[in-house]
């Protein structure tokens, strides 16, 4: 059963929009919960981490936040470039170092249009 | 410059070949993982190492094996590819003691 269920699947937008893409979870525990870049044919880039119960991140046009009690994350992009064109892999994790293990969600591929 | 790097990049095989795919990192972490991604599908672990020869099956190891024989290194051995192995192949690496984690660019595998 998958743990990570993220929407939507895809989402087209016009460069300059605001979009948000979530993220919901069964993973328990639930140490931290990070987000990916993913590139057409590229690997996966970190774009934030989020740890706290209740969290909140900001990087750039990027900004994150977290609800473990609700076990659901967000992640916003304002202001939309054709170069935000990629999926993006919302990732949690159930222990604070590399014991752990990662648990990835199938990304949302958003798609910027001039 | 911290990088891992996975060689080769797209690589396509007979069923039946022994296929060997190749990942480096230059950051020294302790711990290297082997992935593959699916269309539709999360990422799956196939095999993660903790350190030199101490390697673990993840959720999918049937049909993969891994040598790890330095910190900087990490192999995925297909020994008899099946077309079902198609897939992109991502090595990660991360430091034991946290959570950052580093990713490859991918091996893109056609069995055909």
């Known amino acids: 059963k998958t743990q990570v269920e993220q929407s939507p699947q895809s989402l087209v937008v016009r460069q300059g929009e605001n979009c948000v893409l979530q993220c919901n979870y069964s993973v328990t525990p639930d140490n931290h919960l990070r987000w990916f870049k993913q590139d057409t044919g590229k690997g996966l880039v970190s774009l934030t981490v989020?740890?706290?119960?209740?969290d909140k991140t900001s990087n750039g046009r990027y900004s994150a936040t977290l609800d473990k009690d609700a076990k659901h994350s967000t992640l916003h992009i304002t202001a939309t470039l054709l170069d935000d064109t990629a999926t993006y892999i919302c990732v949690v994790g159930d222990r604070g170092s590399a014991l752990g293990r990662l648990h990835f969600g199938a990304g949302t591929q958003l798609i910027v249009i001039p | 410059d911290m990088k891992v790097t996975q060689m080769p990049r797209y690589l396509i095989k007979r069923m039946g070949e022994n296929v060997l795919l190749e990942c480096g990192q230059d950051?020294?972490?302790?711990?290297m993982y082997w992935y593959r991604q699916d269309p539709g599908l999360g990422l799956q672990l196939i095999y993660i190492?903790?350190?030199?020869?101490?390697?673990s099956e993840g959720d999918i190891p049937k049909g993969y094996r891994v040598s790890r024989k330095k910190r900087e290194h990490f192999s995925l051995i297909l020994d008899s590819a099946k077309t079902n192995q198609t897939s992109v192949y991502f090595c990660?690496?991360?430091?034991?003691?946290?959570?950052?984690?580093?990713f490859g660019k991918g091996t893109r595998l056609t069995v055909v």
């Open positions: 190492s903790y350190d030199v020869d101490s390697n």
């Open positions: 950051m020294s972490h302790e711990t």
């Open positions: 990660a690496s991360s430091p034991r003691e946290n959570t950052e984690v580093f």
């Open positions: 989020l740890v706290d119960q209740k």
